[in-house]
Nanobody
């Protein structure tokens, strides 16, 4: 089984920064994709960013240029560096890891609140 524990959320003013971490443990296959979803009240879940085991990344248009996803393969940990935060970034952020051909595993979620 796989478990993910995420941390780093909190309250920050617009223009500030936060760094989210997500540590995975268990049976992690070498070929996998990690990433982050977010969900704000009354809105659909949004895929924020992904990173594969080779370091290839994808970002949503809403966060491109402001957020950076990274990973440490030795530690099975992924990160989301969030800069120039905006109130519209307020959401619960969920990390995930998906081994190819398998269903994803999810973190517990961490609240990010950006005040104006």
């Amino acid at each position: 089984q796989v478990q993910l524990v995420e941390s780093g959320g909190g309250l920050v003013q617009a223009g500030g920064s936060l760094r989210l971490s997500c540590a995975a443990s268990g049976s992690i296959r070498s070929f996998n994709v990690m990433g982050w979803y977010r969900q704000a009240p009354g809105k659909q879940r949004e895929l924020v960013a992904t990173i594969n085991n080779f370091g290839g990344t994808n970002y949503s248009d809403a966060v491109k240029g402001r957020f950076t996803i990274s990973r440490d393969n030795a530690k099975n940990t992924e990160y989301l560096q969030m800069n120039s935060l905006k109130p519209e970034d307020t959401a619960v952020y969920y990390c995930f890891v998906r081994m190819y051909t398998s269903d994803p595993y999810w973190g517990q979620g961490t609240q990010v609140t950006v005040s104006s």
